[in-house]
Nanobody, 121 residues
């Protein structure tokens, strides 16, 4: 599976961004889709996941109520809507596929290259 994430950029605190991740090469709907992020000088951390049918979502506590993960299986794309952004959300955001619901990066199968989100205070 090839994954291409986009939509990152520079935004002021309190602002919004929408990330997209387009998949190709395999059947998109076979995979649980995930977003991870890696802040400067830190390890990669789980942000959100969505099940194959798009009916169940899972979030890291710090983004609950602010971020929304969704998917469009007809377009082979997963999204991350990010609202009320904070400077601590600054990171490179990655999309990844998995066969189940996991919260760790070592269980992911395929990764996109990442897109940088910078939130200024």
């Amino acid at each position: 599976v090839q994954l291409q994430a986009c939509g990152g950029g520079l935004v002021q605190a309190g602002g919004s961004l929408r990330l997209s991740c387009a998949a190709s090469g395999r059947t998109f709907s076979e995979y649980v889709m995930n977003w991870f992020r890696q802040a400067p000088g830190k390890g990669r951390e789980f942000v959100a996941a969505i099940n194959r049918g798009g009916t169940m979502t899972y979030y890291q506590n710090s983004v609950k109520g602010r971020f929304t993960i969704s998917r469009d299986n007809a377009k082979d794309t997963v999204y991350l809507e990010m609202n009320s952004l904070k400077p601590e959300d600054t990171a490179v955001y990655y999309c990844a596929t998995a066969r189940g619901i996991y919260y760790n990066d070592y269980s992911m199968d395929y990764w996109g290259k990442g897109t940088l989100v910078t939130v200024s205070s």
